[in-house]
């Protein structure tokens, strides 16, 4: 369980236009391979590691601003076996508590709970 008034931002991946994969880019020959692999590797760097990377260098700071001023506050529930899987709760700083009491005597049971004072969010998996 974890309580948190931080609601950071999601890693986005960026698109792939333009992919070296299409045999229209450069072509059938064998001596393209030669350019094509380096391409591949600097268009994954780009799309999947320095371009999420520099926007959430740039949204941090945002999200950080914003938590200090709200008064909301995350509980998120993590199961890691057998598959893993994250519920989230929005509640008040006030009701923080009594909302995390209810959730957890309510997961101990088995059941998914809606505190008073809380909104549940949903439950969302990894990779999908």
């Known amino acids: 369980m974890y309580v948190s008034r931080f609601a950071g931002p999601v890693w986005q991946e960026g698109g792939n236009e333009g992919s070296v994969d299409d045999p229209g880019v450069l072509g059938t020959r064998s001596d393209a391979v030669l350019v094509e692999i380096p391409l591949a590797v600097i268009g994954f760097l780009w799309s999947s590691i320095l371009v999420p990377l520099l926007r959430f260098v740039f949204v941090v700071p945002f999200a950080v601003l914003k938590a200090r001023r709200s008064r ?46 809380a ?8 990779g999908r």
Not at 89 to 104: F, G, H, Y
């Open 72 to 117: 909301s506050v995350w509980i998120e529930a993590m199961c890691f076996y057998p598959e893993p899987e994250t519920r989230t709760w929005s509640t008040t700083a006030e009701q923080v508590e009594s909302s995390l009491d209810e959730i957890v005597v309510g997961l101990q049971e088995g059941k998914v709970v809606q505190p008073k004072g």
């Open 119 to 126: 909104v549940y969010l949903g439950s969302r998996e990894p």
